[in-house]
């Protein structure tokens, strides 16, 4: 069962020094396009979806349920958190844990963004599911990730090979 079904959702926004972290709303519509669009945002992650497929398909409201954040800043959309139980997960570590899942568009890049709104996630997190570990993975490629993942305290667990990548799983303790 995914505990985040049973938190209050959406929660109040969450506000840091210079975000807010909210629930999706209708005006995020051409911001997830563009984040999901985007050849560099995924550049680790097997490739964008095709921006006219995503016109189609996309909801009117995006991403809506328990565990996904927009990260806005100065009132738009720069990207979304991802808290989700990792159920299915093909590695042991993983299973049934708490899956921490970021995206920013490229121009937040470089700024301290993806930190403040990670860690401000993962705070609320702690209030609501004391005790409840979270794990991460990244293509250990991805050096901007692996970088996130230590700042916020996810120590490696393992190193796998997946999707003609190595992937790196990292584990933060229960709080």
């Avoid at 210079?18 to 997830?32: I, K, N, T």
């Avoid at 700024?111 to 997190?125: K, N, P, S």
Wanted: a negative charge; hydrophobic letters at 45%; proline letters at 8%.
């Amino acid at each position: 069962m995914d505990d985040l079904g049973l938190v209050v959702w959406p929660p109040a926004p969450i506000r840091t020094e210079r975000l807010v972290l909210r629930e999706p709303e209708a005006r995020d519509r051409a911001a997830f396009v563009e984040l999901l669009a985007s050849p560099e945002v995924h550049t680790y992650l097997g490739g964008p979806r095709a921006r006219g497929e995503l016109e189609r398909e996309l909801p009117e409201v995006p991403e809506r349920w328990p565990g996904s954040f927009v990260v806005e800043l100065d009132g738009r959309m720069i990207g979304q958190i991802l808290l989700r139980r990792a159920t299915g997960h093909r590695r042991p570590a993983a299973a049934e844990r708490l899956d921490l899942g970021y995206l920013f568009l490229p121009q937040a890049w470089g700024f301290g963004y993806a930190t403040e709104a990670c860690a401000a996630a993962l705070d609320w997190l702690d209030g609501v599911l004391p005790g409840e570990p979270v794990v991460l993975t990244t293509q250990s490629a991805n050096a901007g990730s692996m970088r996130l993942a230590a700042k916020l305290g996810f120590g490696e667990v393992e190193r796998f090979e997946a999707w003609d990548a190595e992937q790196w799983l990292g584990l933060r303790p229960a709080r």
